[in-house]
């Protein structure tokens, strides 16, 4: 007997018992082996991974509080200082003495590892912070850690410096009204590697947070930048609206999703379905909010009643079909959420990526078998056209498997029947083996002959090869290029057919053109990858050549510079030669000091090119200079006013005679504001208080003390007999690297066939020499989304696509 499934809501759905204090907490001691090993709790330090692990984990304390019942709101900021703040309404972390330790329970929870409500199943009947480990190893990872509790009408504060709290907690204050936790931290540099957090990532997780707990309302914003950034997210629909959001770009078969929902033996189990016209299968499983990219004892359910129900279906509507139906043909163009809310999962390791309980698969299978069922019989017309579906995909299937033999007996998949096409090496042992795959035969013979033939072979491709998007698996054998590519991989294609085993190459580098034509076939070709070989991607087999994009010749020397930064480097590097930078003060720097100068130049000019275009980046530069983007400055009006005046006749002093003309005030409230009338158009610039406010001018103040050394009036730049005058960073940094391209003669490479065989193995095939990108997939539904959008037949996406970011694009034709 099942009962309908209530969507987690802000009001009570798995309601916790009235009492939630420090009694609740159990602890198990140590922080000292996180800080040594902090891979084995957070993930990666190095890629970024672990860094956004830290959010996760603070926010899913917040999103655990909305699934008892007690929160309905989650905030996320990231601040202009780097660090970040997660706010959330809910009974905030308990703040009497814990009778253990002798200290508030928030430090407990702070300080200790496996201290937490999760361990007392009192608390909590369901949550995703399964190990407890969570805010405590944020706060060991942290060099600074803020908490405020709002609790008992009071709000309390305690500050912790790499995991130890420097005072007791404290009552600061009356919380009129309010309640919740808010954490602050600061990421440890001594622990990451980089300390960048990317929005896009953290927005993917809190979306699907959303969609998953209906009626919480996350807002995630981005404070770093002058302009802010903000995504306010709440699902009513729940996992019904995240497959509708999964399938935005593509055409459903049937007019809504089914959508499931029950509660069984303690166990939530949630479900929507819908089913479009693309070939690709695409389901994504949840545990208690948990990701499992790899399944588990859920998915098995969940397939197992999928394949009976809609099979059964088939056979008792109509005559026996001539091709019998597989779990595969159900599946096809099928979305799916299976979202199942377990309170003691068990996971085949700590990064929770597969799901093992196994009493959660007898549970989603009877839940999907009841549902579905009902769902057949009351809707006969939907139901037909899916079944349609799934013959058409069996029938392409059975054609498919007939192309196969066929190709089989002609021996077209023998390694043997590619002589003129792919040039293989001599190695035998995959692991050592590399194929490079080419755009046309001009840019193959020059591979072949440029590679080392002991272990890399050369497989060319004429002309651009089938999008796999929108052809069934049957056309796509029939494809000439695709048939070449399998067999000379070796691992076959298709679920039956597919063996990882058999594949003949550890690296596969796809090596094309750097214009319009070979971007084009690069992504042709990662579209066959991703839908067809999805495993050589996991594995990490699949690379992409980085051939340079310049050759700089000066005199008899040559150099290859593989992108913009480079060649960059090489200017200043060149440019610097015999040059001096006399100041205004009389003072001169020379070589190294001079270096330093420009290396600074380069981040502020990289620095005001990020800046919003609504600014004038001229106008900021000069700010920079005078000091202005302190807060110290805009505190005081008159100071303001004096320093926006002098900024104007620096502007003066930079424009010619007939552009003069420029004032300069501050307003209160607004910023600084810049006007000239130039032959009767009047000019505006501002810097306003977003701009001031911003990472961006922080960043640009650091350099404040220095800007104002060098370039408080105007100084020249002087190499040989010609002189430069500067007026700032910008203009330091471009005559630096103009001076760099005096006597280099500078080739930008488009094609691969523009080389010979010798650049390109200095360049592309040398192991020493070259530089490879391997392919990841680190959100397989946005992945998936990005090439329905851009590969798929739906038009409207597409041009949407195009237009918000054309202004964006780089196009080398």
């Known amino acids: 007997m099942t009962e309908p499934a209530r969507q987690p809501s802000a009001e009570s759905v798995h309601p916790a018992p009235a009492e939630y204090g420090a009694e609740s907490i159990r602890v198990l001691k140590g922080l000292d082996a996180v800080r040594k090993r902090p891979g084995m709790y957070i993930g990666d330090t190095d890629d970024g991974s672990g860094l956004h692990h830290m959010v996760y984990e603070v926010v899913d304390n917040a999103i655990d509080e909305a699934l008892a019942g007690h929160a309905s709101r989650v905030e996320v900021i990231l ?126 997780r809190l979306r699907e947070l959303a969609f998953l707990n209906s009626g919480v309302y996350i807002v995630l914003s981005d404070m ?34 089914v959508v499931i929902g029950a509660e069984l033996n303690g166990i939530t189990v949630e479900a929507a379905l819908w089913w479009n016209d693309t070939y690709h299968e695409n389901v994504l499983c949840f545990t208690n ?25 088939a056979e008792a509507g109509s005559k026996k079909e001539k091709v019998a139906l597989t779990g595969d043909d159900c599946r096809e163009g099928l979305t799916a959420v299976l979202s199942v809310k377990v309170p003691d999962p068990k996971f085949s390791s700590q990064t929770k990526d ?23 019989e009351e809707h006969p017309a939907e139901a037909k056209t899916v079944i349609g579906k799934v013959v058409e995909a069996a029938a392409a299937r059975e054609a498919a498997r007939k192309a196969r033999e066929l190709t089989r007996r002609k021996g077209a998949l023998d390694i043997a029947s590619l002589p003129g096409k792919l040039a293989d090496c001599q190695e035998r042992d995959p692991a050592k083996s590399e194929l490079f795959i080419v755009e046309g ?9 440029g590679r080392n ?23 796509m054998l029939s494809s000439e290029q695709i048939g070449t590519l399998i067999t000379a991989l070796g691992t076959g294609i298709g679920r039956e057919d597919f063996d990882l085993s058999k594949l003949r190459y550890h690296k596969i580098i796809l090596m094309t053109d750097a214009d319009v034509d070979g971007a084009h076939i690069r992504t042709l070709l990662l579209t066959f990858f991703f839908r067809q070989m999805p495993a050589l991607i996991e594995g990490g087999y699949l690379y992409i050549a980085q051939p340079p994009l310049y050759k700089v010749t000066r005199g008899k020397s040559e150099q290859y510079l593989k992108d913009e930064r480079a060649l960059e480097d090489y200017l200043i590097a060149t440019g610097l030669d015999d040059c001096v930078f006399k100041l205004a003060s009389g003072e001169e720097r020379g070589r190294r000091d001079l270096l330093k100068l420009v290396e600074d130049a380069r981040v502020i000019r990289s620095t005001l090119h990020n800046l919003h275009s609504r ?54 409230g607004e910023g600084f504001q810049f006007e000239r009338t130039v032959r009767g158009v009047k000019e505006v610039a501002m810097i ?86 391997q392919v990841k997939v680190r959100e397989v539904d946005e992945a998936d989304d990005i090439f329905t959008k851009l590969m798929g037949d739906v038009v409207e996406p597409r041009r949407e696509f195009i237009q918000e970011n054309s202004l964006s694009a780089t196009v080398d034709v």
């Open 79 to 204: 601040n202009a200082d780097g660090s970040v703040t997660v706010r959330d309404d809910g009974r905030g972390i308990p703040v009497d003495i814990h009778k253990g330790e002798g200290v508030s329970a928030a430090e407990v929870i702070m300080t200790q590892l496996h201290a937490g409500g999760k361990f007392d199943q009192n608390s909590y009947k369901v949550s995703g912070g399964l190990h407890g480990v969570g805010v405590s190893v944020v706060n060991a990872l942290s060099s600074k850690l803020i908490l405020r509790v709002w609790r008992n009408d009071k709000e309390h504060y305690i500050e912790f410096a790499h995991g130890d709290a420097v005072a007791p907690l404290k009552v600061v204050g009356d919380a009129g009204g309010k309640r919740g936790t808010e954490v602050t931290f600061y990421a440890s540099a001594e622990t990451f590697t980089h300390i960048e957090y990317d929005f896009a990532t953290l927005e993917h």
């Open 224 to 257: 770093r930048h002058a302009v802010e950034k903000r995504e306010e997210m709440r699902y009513e629909g729940g996992v019904t609206e995240f497959v509708k959001y999964l399938d935005r770009n593509k055409k459903p078969i049937v007019p809504v999703p």
């Open 289 to 313: 909010n948990i990701p499992q990219r790899d399944g588990g004892t859920h998915l098995a359910g969940f397939r197992a009643a999928l394949t009976r129900q809609i099979t059964g279906y």
């Open 354 to 376: 597969k799901l093992v309980s196994s009493e959660v698969r007898p549970v989603v299978e009877n839940v999907i078998n009841e549902a579905l069922a009902a769902w057949l």
């Open 441 to 449: 035969d001009s840019a193959g013979g020059s591979a072949k002959q």
């Open 453 to 475: 033939r002991e272990f890399q072979a050369v497989l060319p491709l004429r002309g651009k090869i089938l999008n796999v998007e929108r052809a069934r698996f049957d056309k």
């Open 615 to 668: 600014y004038n980046r001229s106008v900021v530069e000069q700010a920079a200079i005078a000091g202005v983007l302190s807060p110290r400055i805009t505190g005081d009006i008159a100071t303001a006013n004096e320093a926006a005046a002098y900024i104007a006749r620096r502007l003066d002093a930079l424009a010619d005679e007939v552009e003069r003309g420029w004032v300069g005030r501050f307003v209160e």
């Open 688 to 773: 306003d208080d977003a701009l001031l406010g911003s990472a961006d001018a922080r960043k640009l103040d650091e350099y404040a003390a220095i800007l104002q050394e060098i370039y408080p009036r105007p100084g020249v730049l002087r190499r040989k007999d010609a002189e430069t005058a500067i007026h700032g960073p910008v203009s330091l940094f471009e005559a630096v690297t103009d001076a760099g391209r005096k006597g280099v003669t500078l080739q930008r490479y488009k094609g691969l066939g523009e080389m010979n065989p010798d650049q390109l193995w200095e360049t592309t095939l040398d192991t020493n020499a070259r530089s490879l990108l």
